[in-house]
């Protein structure tokens, strides 16, 4: 078994004949938690649909290696059949049903099983018990925090062995990002690698084992979380100085 649960290589990704993700390589090591920072249209959310399949993909590989069972290469697969894998995604906008209510929202998660949704809203009610609470509440009548949970929790439905999430601390306020953040641990807590991109470099950083960060769709910096915390150039683009 490789320590490497997902592996990119010189993957190029873009729109039609708009190229933006240029040879972009990174891994994801094992039950670890990888961010990706850089500036606005960097190319950070295209580089994550281009994983996981939403976005057309011209050159490089995307592999993805499961506890149990063989590597799978994801490039060209659909996203639901990378669902099927052992994969999940959190895109960065309109990510919940807000029509729908709470546990409907779950519901959507995944085609389960009666006995297979009962275990899993189980799980996820645990790990949220807000969402336990609201369930019949419509999504759309939530906080922001709240609804990024809902999100969460529905990504969290299909058991995922690693979470593709863009910008779970988008919008919300400060106290909110700290228990979206301190979730994220605990999920990442429970065996299942994170590869998230961030807007809040310094606390996504902080929690994280790698980064890596992006410019103009390519890799410009890479290293242990708490290295880049403290390399000059991150400190002086990202960090504030
Ligand atoms: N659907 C699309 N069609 C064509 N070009 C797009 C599309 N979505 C994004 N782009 C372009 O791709 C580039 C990168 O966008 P992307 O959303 O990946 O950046 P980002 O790093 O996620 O930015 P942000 O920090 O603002 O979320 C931008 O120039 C953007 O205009
Ligand atoms: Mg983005």
Request: net charge negative; no cysteine; hydrophobic share 40%.
């Amino acid at each position: 078994m490789s320590d490497i649960v997902l592996e990119v290589d010189g993957l190029v990704a873009g729109y039609g004949t708009v190229t933006v993700v240029h040879h972009v390589s990174l891994s994801v090591p094992r039950e670890s938690i990888v961010s990706i920072i850089g500036p606005n249209g960097a190319g950070k959310s295209t580089l994550l649909k281009g994983v996981y399949g939403l976005v057309d993909v011209s050159e490089g590989r995307v592999l993805f290696r499961p506890a149990t069972g063989d590597e799978v290469e994801l490039t060209g697969l659909r996203p639901d059949q990378i669902t099927a894998a052992g994969i999940n995604y959190v895109p960065q906008l309109a990510n919940v049903f807000p029509n729908l209510t709470v546990l409907e929202n779950l519901e959507m998660g995944a085609v389960l099983s009666r006995e297979t949704m009962d275990e899993r809203l189980e799980v996820v009610h645990e790990l949220f018990p807000l969402l336990d609470d609201r369930r019949q509440q419509r999504a759309g009548t939530l906080s922001g925090g709240q609804r990024q949970m809902v999100a969460l929790g529905r990504a969290m439905m299909t058991d995922p062995e690693l979470l593709i999430l863009d910008e779970p601390s988008a919008g919300l306020a400060p106290q909110v990002i700290d228990e979206v953040m301190d979730l994220l641990v605990e999920i990442n807590r429970r065996g299942v690698s994170i590869l998230m991109v961030e807007q809040n470099a310094r606390r996504s950083l902080a929690m994280s084992d790698l980064g890596y960060v992006l410019e103009t769709g390519r890799n410009r910096l890479e290293g242990e979380g708490s290295t880049l915390l403290e390399d000059p150039a991150v400190v002086d683009l990202y960090l504030g100085g």
